[in-house]
């Protein structure tokens, strides 16, 4: 089992940056991915970014340019760097993890779940 814990959310204005992180505990040496998902009120859930133990990144359009994932597997940590932050960034953010080989953005492809970090932009 993997156990993920996130933090650094918070309310932030249009233009402004904010770095959310997420700690691993558990058996996280299977992890062969990290990332960032979010869901905003009534809409689905979302992936925004993912790293692989490989260094291989994956960002959703509306992020690339503006958001940065970076993680370190032998401490099971990941971050995402948000620059430019626009309301429409609005959304709990969930850091997820799996031990998948092929990874995918879908949500029922990731193993572990935070229990969610609130990032609310102002405009």
């Known amino acids: 089992q993997v156990q993920l814990v996130e933090s650094g959310g918070g309310l932030v204005q249009a233009g402004d940056s904010l770095k959310v992180s997420c700690a691993a505990s558990?058996?996280?040496?299977?992890?062969?991915?990290m990332g960032w998902f979010r869901q905003a009120p009534g809409k689905e859930r979302e992936s925004v970014a993912f790293?692989?133990?490989?260094?291989?990144?994956n960002y959703v359009e509306s992020v690339k340019g503006r958001f940065t994932i970076s993680g370190d597997f032998v401490k099971g940590t990941v971050y995402l760097q948000m620059n430019s932050l626009k309301p429409e960034d609005t959304a709990v953010y969930y850091c997820?993890?799996?031990?998948?080989?092929?990874?995918?953005?879908?949500?029922?492809?990731?193993?572990?779940w935070g229990q969610g970090t609130q990032v609310t932009v102002s405009s």
């Open positions: 558990g058996s996280f040496r299977s992890i062969n991915a």
């Open positions: 790293i692989t133990r490989f260094g291989v990144t």
């Open positions: 997820a993890a799996t031990s998948a080989l092929l990874i995918s953005t879908m949500v029922s492809r990731w193993d572990y």
